[in-house]
């Protein structure tokens, strides 16, 4: 039996990636939509963070709901007077989750070797 879970999140973050770029930008868009290297980039790390984001909902509804949405701080064009003062909290937030699951699982193992 075939696994696509993993298929469907990478699917889903990469929708996500797409939409947390291209929404907020939806007036320079219609101007003029140049596809070059910092548009990959910002697709990429949109991508991989919206992937986090989707895997600690799978796991703990909560967290993901505040994954998805700290996602949104990244982003200059919504906060216009909080230029570069919120991508801080969405990096405190990941690095708090990451940390939650390297606990876990650290003590999952130190448990299971008593």
């Known amino acids: ?10 699917f889903l973050a990469i929708i996500f990636g797409l939409l947390f770029v291209l929404i907020p930008n939806i007036q320079t868009i219609s101007e ?3 596809i070059n ?8 790390i949109y991508s991989i963070l919206s992937y ?9 509804k909560v967290a993901g709901i505040i994954l998805l949405s700290s996602i949104s701080f990244l982003s200059p064009n919504l906060y216009k007077n909080f230029k570069g003062e919120l991508y801080p909290i969405t990096i405190v937030i990941f690095c708090s989750f990451l940390g939650y699951i390297f606990g876990i ?5 130190w448990k299971s070797s008593l």
Do not use: G
């Open 32 to 34: 003029n939509l140049v």
């Open 105 to 109: 699982k650290r003590y999952k193992k």
């Open 1 to 10: 039996m075939r696994n696509d879970t993993n298929k469907r999140k990478l």
């Open 37 to 44: 290297q910092n548009l990959i980039l910002s697709m990429i």
């Open 52 to 60: 986090l984001a989707i895997y600690s909902y799978s796991t703990n």
